[in-house]
């Protein structure tokens, strides 16, 4: 059926060279992922009809297998979760860890991956998938060549290089290399200082982009693609009339503890066992006052870095190495702003650029309390739930490179997010018990979450999609703009604007005809 499916979509020009219009939608889950892999059967191998009659194997190893049926027969090995038929039939049964309870890749029906983080641990003695089949191999004297999640991870980058960031510089340097052999250029160290609008009979329109060099380069169609903190451009924007709005983001303190406390926290008894790594946390607390505070960006077994970007700032980030072994854990612990909230920090009522102005305050401020020398603020957690300036570190010591000066961080941001920082972090001790430990380190100032403004574009399914609204030719992408919160989801939002460009041409070229998709073969 498919081998005809397959020729009556080349047949009807679905397949060609240039386009590949034949999909397929599977019914089983992770079967894209297990094709897209090489998981099938090998020369003189068995498919799965085969492997299920009866007589032909003494022993069937079913991973997480349960829509089909095993006729008595083979002894059954059963590695799952829902225990629905394969489990049923199972001689043994060997519990694995949902979704929500391990790390895992998935290729998704698009073919794209994606990573999914663990929510929850495993009850009882479930176990990760990969942790299963190692042990299972040690015990046959047959050890696979991974004995950790990240070796494992570094062994199927190595083999297949589109499902992680192995070679992602290479990535890089071919798509640069084809851009420019499609006609593109690439220009390194220069720097965009103005838009070029201009009035036309329909209005104003985007006509290209002023250089800093002065140099002007044309085009009808400018796609923006900014950073977070990109403020000069912001400025620009705003200046030039460019639609723009705040919209929410957070602030706070970065915190560190022992990485081995909150492995133990996390894995109890089997802390420090090499199979596990370092410990991952997530957590999240709905205050009284009406903030939400929440762990950002963790790092297991990292460092708390520098992240200013303007002169007179403190601004503190975190990073974690390929490795993992440092010897504290650090997060991001935030609290929501909202675009009222920075309406007084504004230079006019209703500026939208008043959320950059809030953060620009709150890491200046940062700056004076590190002593103005880029040290950044930080106290001891008992010091700050009691109120009292920390004078001496205890157990942990702080990562921030240069240096961390110990002051009072009750002053470093907003009373209500003071207040709702002081209500989350003794609540987070009943997930991870230790967490509200005397000595853990509290650095200023996370500000520097997400990007405090959104540039608003037409919808997906306008004439002029995805641009903004008012100033067409303009397309506003990623997270600078406001339409992602990190680096896959400014990726998607890339390719959703580079499809809206190439419909917006495809109807200037073919005058008269339907729209369609961007990836019509036409």
């Not at 060549?145 to 992680?164: M, N, Q």
């Not at 006509?207 to 903190?229: F, N």
Request: with cysteine.
């Amino acid at each position: 059926i498919l081998a005809l499916a397959a020729k009556l979509a080349k047949a009807h020009g679905a397949l060609t060279p240039e386009w590949n219009g034949f999909n397929i939608l599977h019914t089983e889950a992770s079967l894209v992922g297990a094709l897209d892999i090489g998981f099938v059967p090998g020369e003189g191998g068995l498919d799965t009809s085969a492997m299920i009659k009866a007589g032909v194997l003494d022993v069937l190893y079913l991973l997480g297998v349960d829509e089909i049926e095993v006729p008595a027969g083979a002894f059954v090995i059963y590695q799952g979760t829902h225990g629905d038929r394969g489990a049923h039939r199972a001689d043994v049964i060997l519990p694995g860890a949902t979704y929500t309870e391990k790390s895992g890749l998935y290729v998704n029906t698009e073919g794209r991956v994606q990573l999914a983080n663990r929510a929850i641990f495993p009850p009882g003695e479930a176990r990760e998938d990969w942790a299963i089949i190692r042990a299972l191999s040690g015990a046959l004297d047959l050890p696979v060549a991974f004995d950790s999640l990240t070796a494992l991870r570094k062994a199927l980058y190595a083999a297949h290089p589109h499902v992680g960031t192995f070679k992602l510089v290479k990535v890089v340097e071919n798509m640069r290399e084809q851009i420019i052999a499609l006609g593109g250029e690439i220009r390194f160290n220069q720097k965009v200082a103005d838009l070029q609008i201009e009035d036309g009979p329909d209005g104003k329109h985007v006509r290209g982009v002023t250089l800093e060099s002065g140099e002007q380069i044309r085009a009808d169609q400018v796609i923006l693609a900014l950073g977070h903190s990109a403020r000069d451009s912001f400025t620009m924007l705003r200046d030039r009339g460019v639609a723009m709005e705040r919209k929410p983001f957070s602030v706070g303190v970065r915190i560190e503890h022992p990485q081995p406390l909150i492995d133990a926290a996390r894995w109890g008894s089997c802390a420090g066992h090499p199979l596990l790594g370092a410990a991952e946390y997530k957590l999240v607390h709905h205050c009284s006052n009406g903030r939400c505070v929440y762990s950002f960006c963790m790092c297991p077994g990292g460092l708390v870095v520098g992240a200013a970007s303007e002169a007179g700032g403190v601004v503190t980030n975190g990073m974690s190495q390929h490795s993992r072994n440092e010897r504290n854990a650090n997060s991001g612990i935030v609290v929501n702003i909202e675009p009222d909230d920075v309406e007084a920090y504004g230079a006019f009522p209703g500026d939208p650029l008043a959320g950059v102005a809030f953060q620009r305050h709150w890491e200046q401020r940062a700056f004076e309390l590190g002593g103005s020398s880029f040290a950044a603020p930080a106290q001891r957690l008992g010091d700050f739930l009691a109120g009292r300036p920390s004078e001496q570190l205890g157990s942990v010591a702080p990562s921030y490179a240069p240096c961390i000066r110990l002051t009072d961080l009750s002053t470093a941001l907003p009373e209500e997010v003071i207040t709702a920082l002081r209500e989350a972090l003794p609540a987070f001790n009943r997930s991870i018990d230790g967490y509200a430990m005397e000595d853990a380190i509290l650095t200023g100032v996370e500000t520097r979450t997400s990007s405090p403004i959104r540039l608003p574009r037409q919808g997906e399914s306008a004439d002029d999609a995805l641009q903004s609204v008012n100033t067409p030719g303009l397309y506003p992408a990623g997270e600078g703009a406001g339409y992602a919160g990190g680096i896959l989801s400014a990726a998607m939002d890339g390719i959703r604007v580079a499809e809206a460009v190439a419909i917006t041409l495809r109807r200037r070229w073919h005058r008269g005809e339907p729209g369609g998709s961007a990836c019509d073969p036409a």
